[in-house]
């Protein structure tokens, strides 16, 4: 469909890596976050994975208090990520079962993968799983996708080596631990949906960071890292027409200045899914 001028462009909002933790540190920036996100009037949110900190149900009931605008209508569609996994493994159910699915709105087509598995249950074990037959699935999903939508591909783990953020990935990565790692056939899933669709929206790394791929086919991919949106109190916007990108995506920052974690945030449910394997150990 040709671009017209007449045309209202619509705002596609991609945020990750909450970790909902019931503090009042994080119910602060999730509010903040929500705030702005209704002063732009974005059209969809997406949130790629890690929206629970332990994968608790109380975490996740808190997370639909905060996005109850965009849930109630509709508008927002969010995956697993590995922090929701453990615990009481919310995380399983937001896909209802499956690996992919795809979500259709208005000039939208996004297809959705769970890139955790059932190692995720550990806490510790925190890389991604993708599989040949995951990568056909995301294939065949794109065989649906709109001519006039702008397309997308979400999941949680990175799909493409980055730079290593905290001591304990350097530790692993020397290890040869798959901890801190891309997922396996990252690669092998970006050649298959290489010129077939927009963007690939992924969380998991704290920093952002965007690579432009090119043009392998009929549309040009890009790969975007959110970033955790709590931490840096910000999140990206696409503005998109005709299944295009109008305009660079832009960084949208929160009324309320970003408060950064400390490693306090992951050490002590570390120590305590530890106290809990040791706990079922014993007795």
Excluded at 52 to 72: D, I, K, L, V
Excluded at 132 to 144: K, N, S
Excluded at 198 to 215: C, M
Excluded at 268 to 280: D, E, H, K, N
Aim: with cysteine; charged share 20%; proline share 6%.
């Amino acid at each position: 469909m040709p671009i017209s001028f007449n045309m209202p462009s619509l705002k596609l909002a991609h945020l990750s890596d909450l970790h909902l933790d019931m503090s009042r540190e994080s119910d602060a920036a999730a509010s903040s976050l929500v705030k702005t996100l209704a002063a732009q009037d974005v059209d969809h949110v997406v949130v790629t994975g890690d929206l629970t900190h332990r994968g608790s149900q109380a975490e996740f009931q808190r997370f639909r208090e905060h996005f109850a605008p965009w849930m109630e209508t509709g508008r927002l569609t969010f995956i697993p990520g590995n922090h929701d996994r453990p615990g009481e493994d919310v995380g399983s159910g937001f896909m209802e079962g499956r690996k992919v699915h795809t979500v259709e709105k208005a000039g939208l087509f996004l297809v959705c993968v769970d890139s955790t598995g059932e190692h995720n249950r550990n806490y510790f074990h925190s890389h991604g799983e993708l599989t040949e037959g995951v990568v056909d699935e995301v294939g065949h999903a794109l065989d649906a996708a709109p001519k006039d939508a702008l397309v997308a591909v979400l999941l949680h783990h990175h799909v493409m080596p980055l730079p290593l953020e905290s001591f304990p990935e350097w530790i692993a990565t020397k290890m040869g631990l798959p901890h801190a790692s891309e997922l396996a056939l990252g690669s092998r899933l970006l050649e298959r949906v290489g010129g077939r669709c927009d963007l690939v929206l992924h969380g998991h790394r704290h920093i952002p960071n965007e690579t432009d791929l090119g043009s392998p086919g009929e549309r040009a991919l890009r790969v975007y890292n959110s970033g955790s949106s709590t931490d840096l109190g910000r999140f990206r916007v696409f503005s998109h027409m005709a299944g295009r990108l109008v305009s660079e995506p832009e960084w949208c920052q929160a009324a309320e200045p970003a408060k950064p974690r400390t490693a306090v945030h992951n050490v002590r449910p570390a120590l305590q899914y530890l106290v809990g394997q040791l706990g079922m150990a014993l007795f």
